[in-house]
């Protein structure tokens, strides 16, 4: 298999820890789907990152279905395969998707020229993340896992998204969520996650 991705994406990310935590044969390759020569738009007609190749050549698109099949492939799966606890885990992942688009759609709206930037969008966006902040505080568990007893993909996506936050939205959440903080501090020890920290998002 070859995952096709940039290195910043928190959405390949989400895929490249998936992939460490089941020590799946997956090559990664750099690509940008920006880029006039890109292989991407071949691969997927949405031209988005990441995109899985399978070995018969069918490729899989976009994360959430590439980072179900991945975890289909070897047991323990990290997404419940059934009842109550799968679909709390698919709120969670959910969650943190709504946490990557809104600082994702912050950040690029940031880089458009002040005159045609729109602070409204902006604001919209940040409160979509505070909430989320809040939530994410109020609903988690006494334990080192967002449920059950062991790392799952709600630990997983949840830490990506939080991580991408600190990178493309720097503010001051932690001294108001300190359990998260604290969460977050100690999951993002977690080999999976810090073998695919980007450059620049290296942890002080």
Request: glycine share 4%; with cysteine.
């Amino acid at each position: 298999m070859k995952l096709y991705g940039s290195l910043t994406s928190p959405y390949v990310r989400k895929a490249r820890v998936l992939i460490r935590e089941k020590n799946l044969a997956c090559e990664f390759v750099v690509a940008d789907a920006w880029a006039a020569d890109s292989p991407i738009p071949a691969l997927n007609p949405l031209g988005k990152v990441p995109v899985l190749v399978l070995d018969n050549g069918k490729t899989l698109f976009d994360s959430p279905v590439i980072v179900e099949y991945l975890d289909s492939l070897k047991t323990p799966p990290l997404l419940a395969t059934s009842g109550e606890t799968r679909w709390q885990m698919l709120c969670w992942t959910a969650l943190a998707d709504g946490v990557l688009d809104a600082v994702v759609t912050r950040f690029l709206e940031s880089r458009r020229p002040a005159e045609q930037q729109s602070a409204d969008n902006i604001r919209r966006q940040e409160a979509k993340v505070a909430r989320s902040l809040d939530y994410t505080e109020r609903h988690l568990s006494d334990g080192a896992w967002l449920m059950s007893g062991h790392f799952t993909l709600a630990d997983l996506a949840i830490a990506v998204a939080l991580e991408y936050t600190d990178f493309r939205y720097p503010h001051d959440w932690h001294p108001r969520h300190p359990r998260l903080a604290t969460w977050l501090a100690e999951i993002s020890k977690r080999p999976s996650l810090a073998e695919t920290r980007p450059p620049g998002m290296e942890k002080k």
